[in-house]
T-cell receptor, first 110, second 114 residues
Framework: GQQVMQIPQYQHVQEGEDFTTYCNSSTTLSNIQWYKQRPGGHPVFLIQLVKSGEVKKQKRLTFQFGEAKKNSSLHITATQTTDVGTYFCAGRGGSYIPTFGRGTSLIVHP | DADVTQTPRNRITKTGKRIMLECSQTKGHDRMYWYRQDPGLGLRLIYYSFDVKDINKGEISDGYSVSRQAQAKFSLSLESAIPNQTALYFC?????????????FGEGSRLTVL
């Protein structure tokens, strides 16, 4: 079945440093979504990418979808303590069911 | 009020007990899901339902069952709870269409099986 690998599992950064998390799928995806889960909270949708090579920005967050639609990344510029949490990618293949990566936990040190 | 409501939010039970986790939504979505979250393992799909008459197993359905009582209600049952079912459980909903499927999660139900 479809597998979505996400790395790294954890990332410690100093406030102001950049952060990137990567997702790779074993199969071509129809779309990929990104979610953020704050400590003690529930996953909250950030964005969906659909097109090959698509790049979307939300303030300091940049999301990319690979040309082959099998990989994606989330990059945060100049992290802040409010960015703390776990970031998940979720890829959809042909089954309409999203498969989640294991998440990357971001720890920001002030 | 939350669009996706889960009850109970926390539950401690003993091995062998029957447990039901309930989920209700006011978003009018047809699609509902139950996920399990364990540290380091992400979100794993237990069951999903695309409408009231449609129930499907996810990747880790063994030991669980579900009931879709109405469009707005989707319950998860553990017939005989065991300690390795201790986890955080999330209910989620989504609209239809492969490119319109943002998931809306409930606040989670933390289950501890002793």
């Amino acid at each position: 079945g479809q597998q979505v690998m996400q790395i790294p599992q954890y990332q410690h950064v100093q406030e102001g440093e950049d952060f990137t998390t990567y997702c790779n799928s074993s199969t071509t995806l129809s779309n990929i979504q990104w979610y953020k889960q704050r400590p003690g909270g529930h996953p909250v949708f950030l964005i969906q990418l659909v097109k090959s090579g698509e790049v979307k920005k939300q303030k300091r967050l940049t999301f990319q979808f690979g040309e082959a639609k099998k990989n994606s990344s989330l990059h945060i510029t100049a992290t802040q303590t409010t960015d703390v949490g776990t970031y998940f990618c979720a890829g959809r293949g042909g089954s309409y069911i999203p498969t989640f990566g294991r998440g990357t936990s971001l720890i920001v040190h002030p | 009020d939350a669009d996706v409501t889960q009850t109970p939010r926390n539950r401690i039970t003993k091995t062998g007990k029957r447990i039901m986790l309930e989920c209700s939504q006011t978003k009018g979505h047809d699609r509902m899901y139950w996920y399990r979250q364990d540290p380091g393992l992400g979100l794993r799909l237990i069951y999903y339902s695309f409408d009231v008459k449609d129930i499907n197993k996810g990747e880790i359905s063994d030991g669980y069952s579900v009931s879709r009582q109405a469009q707005a209600k989707f319950s998860l049952s553990l017939e005989s709870a065991i300690p390795n079912q201790t986890a955080l459980y999330f209910c989620a909903t989504s609209g239809t269409g492969i490119n319109t499927g943002e998931l809306f999660f409930g606040e989670g139900s933390r289950l501890t099986v002793l």
